[in-house]
Nanobody, 115 residues
Framework: QVRLVESGGGWVQAGGSLRLSCAAS????????VGWFRQAPGKQRELVAY???????NYPDSVKGRFTISRDNAMNRVHLQMRSLKPEDTAVYYC?????????WGQGTQVTVSS
C-alpha cells in the first residue's frame, strides 16, 4: 500500500503563488498516473492536474496555463506549482496515485486564496 502525504497549503492573496508537494512512501515509478484533485465546500471533488508515467500531463481549462504538475521520481515526490491564484482556487487539494490495481489518496492540504 502506498501512503501519500500532502504539504504546502496555506493562505495567499489573489495573484500569488503556492507550491504543493506530495510525498510517497515508496517509489512513484510504480504508479501509472499521479495527480491532484481539489474539493471546495459543497462542491464535488474535481481533477486539477495529472501526469502519466510517460510524462504526459493534462489540465482542465480552469487552471491551464497557471498550474504545473511535475514528478521527482528519485525523491518519490509529486509537485503542483500554482501561480496567478484566484479566489475560486480555494479548496482542499488532494494528491492521488493510480497503481495497477488500486488508487491511493492523501489526507489533503487547504489552499485559501483571498481577494
Amino acid at each position: 500500500q502506498v501512503r501519500l502525504v500532502e504539504s504546502g497549503g496555506g493562505w495567499v492573496q489573489a495573484g500569488g503563488s503556492l507550491r504543493l508537494s506530495c510525498a510517497a512512501s515508496e517509489s512513484i515509478v510504480s504508479l501509472d498516473v499521479v495527480g491532484w484533485f481539489r474539493q471546495a465546500p459543497g462542491k464535488q471533488r474535481e481533477l486539477v492536474a495529472y501526469i502519466t508515467s510517460g510524462g504526459s500531463t493534462n489540465y482542465p481549462d480552469s487552471v491551464k496555463g497557471r498550474f504545473t504538475i511535475s514528478r521527482d521520481n528519485a525523491m518519490n515526490r509529486v509537485h503542483l506549482q500554482m501561480r496567478s491564484l484566484k479566489p475560486e482556487d480555494t479548496a482542499v487539494y488532494y494528491c492521488n496515485g493510480r497503481g495497477k490495481r488500486d488508487d491511493y489518496w492523501g489526507q489533503g492540504t487547504q489552499v485559501t486564496v483571498s481577494s
